[in-house]
């Protein structure tokens, strides 16, 4: 062995005994989600309570700390509580007053308050035991026995039932031991099940207590972190967190549990143990392609770098995140800073980069600080500034803070805002790998991206290039948003269909109410229909179903949003980030967005719709940069996908969602109104007239369309058409 | 060698930005390529003062020793920075794809009615001013609206008033003036 990576050994091993000192030897074990969304939910009120208790009833053995989101959004603030042989208890919408409750029952009485977990809400019943079976193609096929089946029925003839429940989960990757099975909460992974197997473990393993140990994985993935924790919530359990491994499950501000979890252990073997080349071939051998939207394989774009010869090069992480509705990069960063570090770590030594930088937009101030102390503490073990690691290779990073420019996501855009200037595109080739950062071969490479590497370093590229379809490995991580139940955020396989990830994994719709289009790709993607919810989430087919994957923000439109309406939201924000060097983008998008205007205030004339589809071709063959190019695209989608609306719009002036003010009047139906003045109290204009208990009216001339008197009134008496 | 003009500005220039960020900038002109470091530059200047007031621009130039036609032309080709003062509590509502389709323009309307102005304007008194975010990463908690640094998740329009009011915005007082 080296000695950077007995050294590296030596440190991990220090680590994890510090934290066994502090946390692990614990009887109890609590973790706080700590990101922008669980603070915006609370979460540092519910953290400053449960330190308090601790410290009230002086517990000795009980410690609280803080890990990253682990993606739940909606069931924020998230708190887990973790002890020896119990199943995680993943408490959610945590409050000071349900701490207490918590407190009381769970910490020191040993009762976890099962309604209050996410287990309970998903409807999976309290066992002692879960199993989940993996439901991915390869191990469950429609040719071979239901492992699953086998384990209810094996349960079922032991009368287990209230002992062991019986989960599903997405392909956790080991398609070649599988069939495979978890066991909570032993943290048991068995393998190459058949009906014989599983008898032999329900009454074994389940009634008494011993695994089946010949059945036993006994394989160590740095992408086997999440599952034993939090996969047997189905929310979680139907994902694959490669690029999310740590989130949720390390303190995102220690040095130490990055490396109690392999940290930067990938980072020393490439630079002990592989050449430059050898690193390229490795991430190209993966099939690993740029998840910043572009798709460009990941391997082809260093070998360019790593060719080029220079005494000065580059490597830029893009941590711009631009799509407005995205947030994956965000969390990843707040919730795993070491990660992007080591990738970079790994890229730069690969091209022959001394230097790196992270752009980061300013919006971001957690993710900024995270990186910020996650790069100092770098620095201070000496994994990055001379010699790191005890090499012969230098390598630092510095950040450089974006400032609320959509097109600064563009590389070249980019390059020019780090060097400190206005962030305007230029022609490409030159490629930055040729001439890029002051005019030096430089990679710009996204955050999820940069994520990737040390998997595909340490699990291996034959492993990471199983996982995916033909033509793109890996998982993707979606940021899910709108109108769906379960918003955060998803990582799946790709080749996984947008409607596993919109009803299975997101729980469908809110509120009853009905599906109408999924948004990805964010303003240089495009709306996809029901009919196309059968897409497989990979670069080529979303493209071909009329969007693109994009960098991953996925949001669900409901019946409740109108298509003309969201198309010229998304022009207004193109039109509005265009940064105005070339003519088609600048005026071009302007003029759609006044047609789009003009459609959605009921002025629309014949032909508006081949107006808009012609300019939007000219747009995107005409434009210099990815901005311009790609800025039709929401329109062009939503004309092919929902032209009866829009059609709607135009010929009858009507909106079918009943959104643009333009084309709706408000009106008080005389038989239903009781006159409860609830709807005079609310308008602002104030223009609705009448006495109490008599029907009321609206002055239309001076209404404003508000829709405040429509919500207000409890009657339906107020009519919207 | 400076010459005596050049010491007598910077002197000027140092008295008008605020002692850490007239560090921070010397620092950074330590450093190669300290043109790099502008943006930061201007976030911090931004950060003291709520805005970028010409002078502060000026003085930016004089200590980078970059041309103020460069400053000048950076900080307004960014959305991030302002021109003018902005109140003591700086309200932005997010307009991001997943807050604009949960309704954020119901709450923007709201709060624009509330305060009665628009956005990028400041109330008279100078408590507060109204700025559009496009997306601060909370989208799944949508609607977002920002108070300063604190976020606030899933507003509904009729829960402005009372965010207003934790930072003293009386709703009856507006209404009756
Ligand atoms: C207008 C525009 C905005 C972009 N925004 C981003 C962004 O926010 N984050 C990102 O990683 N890539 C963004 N990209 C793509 C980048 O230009 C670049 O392709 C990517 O960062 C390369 O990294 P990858 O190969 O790892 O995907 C944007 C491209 C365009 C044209
Ligand atoms: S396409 Fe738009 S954003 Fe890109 S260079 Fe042209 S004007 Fe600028
Ligand atoms: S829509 Fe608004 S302005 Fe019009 S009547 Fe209703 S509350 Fe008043
Ligand atoms: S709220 Fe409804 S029922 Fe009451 S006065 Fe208005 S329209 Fe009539
Ligand atoms: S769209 Fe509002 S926070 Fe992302």
């Known amino acids: 062995m080296s000695k950077p990576m007995e050294r590296l050994l030596e440190l991990r091993q220090k680590a994890e005994k510090r934290l066994f000192e502090q946390k692990f030897k614990a009887r109890m074990r609590i973790t706080v989600g700590s990101a922008t969304c669980e603070n915006a939910a609370g979460a540092n009120e519910v953290h400053k309570r449960i330190e308090e208790l601790i410290k009230k009833h002086d517990l000795k053995d009980v410690v609280v700390g803080r890990v990253g989101c682990t993606g739940k959004c909606d069931m924020e603030p998230v708190v887990t509580v973790l002890s020896a042989g119990a199943i995680p208890s993943k408490y959610m919408h945590m409050t000071p007053e349900k701490a207490d409750k918590v407190f009381e029952s769970h910490i020191l009485g040993g009762k976890p308050v099962a309604e209050l977990t996410m287990r309970q809400q998903a409807g999976t019943k309290a066992a002692h035991y879960v199993v989940s079976v993996c439901g991915g193609s390869h191990c469950h096929k429609d040719t071979t026995p239901d492992i699953g089946q086998a384990f209810k029925d094996e349960i079922a003839k032991h009368k287990l039932e209230g002992k062991v429940a019986v989960t599903r989960s997405a392909c956790q990757g080991l398609c070649e031991v599988g069939p495979v099975a978890f066991v909570y909460p032993d943290g048991v992974m068995y393998q190459k099940l058949t009906p014989e197997v599983v008898a032999k473990i329900v009454k074994q393993h389940f009634t008494g207590g011993q695994p089946v140990a010949e059945n036993v994985w006994q394989g160590d993935r740095v992408t086997n972190r999440f599952f034993p924790v939090f996969g047997d919530v189905p929310f979680f359990g139907r994902q694959l967190r490669m690029t999310l491994r740590n989130c949720g499950i390390i303190d995102p501000e220690s040095l130490d549990e990055y490396l109690s979890v392999r940290g930067y252990e990938a980072a020393v073997k490439t630079l002990t143990m592989m050449t430059p080349q050898d690193v390229v071939d490795a991430v190209t051998k993966s099939g690993l392609r740029g998840r910043g939207g572009g798709g460009f394989p990941t391997g082809v774009k260093w070998n360019f770098a790593t060719a080029q010869k220079s005494e000065e090069k580059f490597i830029i992480c893009n941590a711009d995140e631009g799509d407005p509705g995205a947030f994956m990069d965000r969390s990843t960063i707040e919730g795993d800073p070491h990660t992007i570090l080591e990738g970079m770590i790994i890229g730069g030594y690969a091209i022959g980069a001394k230097q790196g930088y992270v752009y980061i937009r300013a919006e971001y101030p957690l993710a900024i600080k995270r990186l910020e102390v996650a790069i100092e503490a770098a620095r201070k073990a000496g994994f990055l500034g001379k010699n790191i690691f005890g090499t012969k290779w230098d390598f630092d990073i510095d950040l450089r803070l974006g400032a609320g420019a959509f097109v600064c996501g563009e590389e070249t855009a980019l390059i020019r805002s780090i060097e400190g200037d206005r962030g305007m595109p230029r022609p490409r080739p030159p490629y930055p790998a040729a001439s890029g950062l002051w005019g030096k071969p430089t990679v710009i490479n996204n955050v999820e991206t940069l994520a990737n590497i040390p998997v595909v370093i340490l699990d291996g590229p034959e492993w990471f290039s199983s996982i995916g379809t033909e033509k793109s490995k890996g998982t993707k991580v979606f940021a899910l948003a709108g109108k769906v139940c379960n918003t955060g955020l998803v990582e799946v396989p790709m080749g996984t269909t947008l409607r596993e990830v919109v009803f299975e994994v997101g729980g469908g719709i809110r509120g009853g109410k009905k599906f109408k289009a999924v948004q990805t790709g964010g303003p240089a993607g495009g709306c996809l229909p029901e009919s196309c919810l059968d897409t497989p989430v990979d670069y080529e087919s979303l493209a071909a179903a009329g969007s693109i994957m994009g960098s991953g923000g996925m949001i669900v439109i409901d019946e409740d949003s109108c298509m003309v309406d969201m198309a010229r939201f998304f022009l207004d924000f193109t039109q509005d980030e265009s940064c105005g060097k070339c003519t088609p983008c600048r005026e071009g998008t302007k003029r759609m967005l006044e047609i789009l205007q003009r459609i959605s205030s009921g002025r629309g004339m014949e032909g508006d719709i081949e107006k808009l589809l012609r300019l939007g071709d000219t747009i995107k063959k005409t434009s210099l940069c990815g901005l311009g190019q790609a800025a039709p695209n929401p329109v062009i989608s939503m004309i092919k996908h929902f032209r009866d609306e829009y059609e709607a719009h135009i010929r009858e002036k009507r909106c079918p969602a009943g959104v643009c003010a333009g084309l709706i009047t408000y009106s008080v139906d005389e038989v239903k109104c009781i006159g409860c003045g609830a709807c005079k109290r609310k308008c602002p204009v104030p223009c609705i007239n009448g006495k109490p208990k008599e029907v009321h009216v609206i002055d239309q001339s001076r209404c404003i369309k508000c829709g405040q008197c429509f919500e207000a009134c409890k009657f339906d008496a107020v009519k919207r058409k | ?177």
Not at chain 2, 129 to 153: F, H, N, W
């Open chain 2, 1 to 177: 060698m400076k010459s005596e003009l050049m010491l007598k500005e910077e002197a000027k220039a140092k008295v008008i930005l605020p002692e850490p960020v007239v560090s921070y900038i010397e620092s950074c002109r330590q450093k190669s390529r300290p043109e790099s470091h502008l943006i930061s530059v201007l976030h911090k200047v931004q950060e003291h003062f709520g805005y970028l007031a010409k002078e502060h621009m000026d003085a930016v130039s004089i200590l980078m020793q970059i041309p103020t036609a460069k400053v000048t032309g950076v900080a307004s080709f960014y959305h991030y920075f302002n021109f003018t003062p902005r109140g003591k509590h700086r309200i932005s509502i997010c307009l991001g794809t997943a807050c604009f389709v949960k309704g954020a323009g119901k709450v923007l309307d709201r709060l624009k009615e509330l305060l009665a102005i628009d956005v990028g304007q400041t109330t008279v008194d100078r408590q507060f001013s109204i700025d559009v975010a496009r997306c601060v990463g909370a989208c799944a908690l949508a609607p977002v609206m920002l108070v300063d640094d604190k976020v606030y998740a899933e507003v509904k329009p009729d829960q402005v008033a009372k965010i207003l009011g934790e930072y003293g915005f009386d709703a009856k007082k507006a209404a009756g003036k």
